[in-house]
C-alpha cells in the first residue's frame, strides 16, 4: 500500500487528477466497486469520479473490468485502485521533468532577453528588437535581463532531479 502523506505522491496524483480526485482516492472503497458506488461512498459528484478513474486507468493507476449481465445486456464497470505502479510513475515523471528542463536550460543559454522594468512582459532578442526595445503594454524602455541565476536553478533543479532519479531507480531494481 502506499503512503497518501508522502508529499511526492500527493503532489503527483494532485497533479494528475485535481484535488477531488485525491479526496475520491483516499475515500474509495476496497475491492471492486461501480463508479455509481464510489461517487456515494465519497460524495463526489458521479462525472468527477468517471474523469478521475479513466484518468487512473491510463495512468495504470487502476483496474477495470467489465461485466455483462445476462438478461439485459447492460455492461457494469467495476473499478479497482492499484497503485502498485506508482513509483515507476513517479520515475517516467521525472525523466519527463528532466528532458523539458534541460530543453528550458538550453533555450535560455541560447537566447539574449529583454524585459520590462515594470514587470509586464519578458522578450528574446528578435522580439524586443521588433518592438523596438519598447514595452508593448505600458511603453517603458525594456532594460537587458541577466538571466544566468536563472539558468543555474535550473542546472541544480536537474542535478537534483537526476540524483534523486538514480535513487529512485536503485530502490526500483533492488
Known sequence: MIDMNDLVIRGYLIRLVGEDGLAMIEKMPEGEVTDEQIAQATGILLNIVRRT?????????????RERDASSGWL???????????EK?????????????KVRKEFEESNVFYICPEGCIRMDFKQAADAVFMCPDCGEDMVHEDNSPFIQLIKERIKNLESSSKKLDEDLEA
Open 53 to 65: 478513474l479513466f484518468i487512473l486507468n491510463e495512468n495504470k493507476l487502476a483496474i477495470c473490468r
Open 76 to 86: 457494469t464497470y467495476l473499478w479497482t485502485l492499484d497503485m502498485s505502479d506508482i
Open 89 to 101: 510513475q513517479l520515475v517516467k515523471e521525472k525523466k519527463r521533468l528532466i528532458k523539458n528542463l
